[in-house]
């Protein structure tokens, strides 16, 4: 994947809470965090994992983003999605890492390559930086990141994981 990634909030966030944030420097080298997702972030509590990780280590990442595109206002989306897909659309060798459905149909509209936490965990198996996307996925669904049976149920045959039965 010679690309480079713009991520939102959510995946740094959720890969954080299961202990999988390393993923990102893992897979990509690097990303790019707009400052208005570091912000959202920030929000955080005290000891949240992300917010701890930003401040340690993923600050590098954080870039301020100048003006949004309208187009890209027009959607309405949060600062943080509006950012990242903005930056995306302005520069092509961008994809953005991000999992809102209403930015990921912005994203695709655009013509934008997108990726989101569930598709970070299918390639970091792949790359064989990670066992199972089962007890990765069990245990974003435990901190309390929503998954549908469904896309679960996908995920787990995307990665050879197919479980009789469904969704443990």
């Not at 390393?22 to 955080?44: N, T, Y």
């Not at 003006?67 to 994809?95: C, F």
């Not at 936490?117 to 309390?144: H, P, W, Y």
């Amino acid at each position: 994947m010679n690309r480079e990634w713009i991520v939102n909030s959510s995946p740094l966030i959720a890969l954080a809470k299961v202990g999988q944030i390393q993923l990102f420097s893992d897979l990509f080298g690097e990303v790019i965090i707009p400052s208005g997702v570091a912000e959202e972030i920030e929000h955080g509590t005290e000891d949240d994992p992300a917010r701890i990780w930003l401040r340690d280590y993923g600050n590098k990442w954080i870039q301020e983003v100048g003006r949004i595109n309208p187009i890209i206002m027009a959607w309405d989306l949060g600062r943080g999605e509006s950012e990242v897909i903005s930056m995306a659309y302005e520069n092509s060798k961008y994809g953005v890492i991000i999992d809102d459905r209403a930015a990921r149909n912005c994203a695709f509209s655009m013509g934008i390559k997108v990726l989101g936490t569930i598709g970070i965990i299918l390639l970091a198996k792949r790359r064989k930086m990670i066992n199972q996307v089962s007890s990765v996925l069990d245990e974003l669904c435990r901190v309390g990141f929503r998954v549908s049976p469904k896309l679960f149920d996908t995920a787990l045959t995307l990665s050879n994981e197919n479980l009789k039965g469904g969704r443990r």
